[in-house]
């Protein structure tokens, strides 16, 4: 997408009302304690990072 101002215009001007909102934050709360694992997370990793070798 490509905007031409012209002398004088504003940014906030040509653009629609909806991009020029605050984006909503993410609640990452509500996530915390979903995931049940059976292994401790760093041997995953580990292990995950050793399948590229």
């Given at each position: 997408?490509?905007?031409?101002?012209?002398?004088?215009?504003?940014?906030?001007?040509?653009?629609?009302?909806?991009?020029?909102?605050?984006?909503k934050r993410l609640n990452a709360k509500k996530y915390v304690?979903?995931?049940?694992?059976?292994?401790?997370?760093?041997?995953?990793?580990?292990?995950?990072?050793?399948?590229?070798?």
């Amino acid at each position: 997408m490509t905007i031409i101002l012209k002398k004088g215009q504003h940014l906030e001007e040509i653009l629609p009302k909806s991009t020029s909102k605050v984006s909503k934050r993410l609640n990452a709360k509500k996530y915390v304690g979903v995931l049940k694992l059976k292994e401790d997370p760093l041997e995953i990793q580990k292990r995950m990072r050793d399948e590229w070798e």
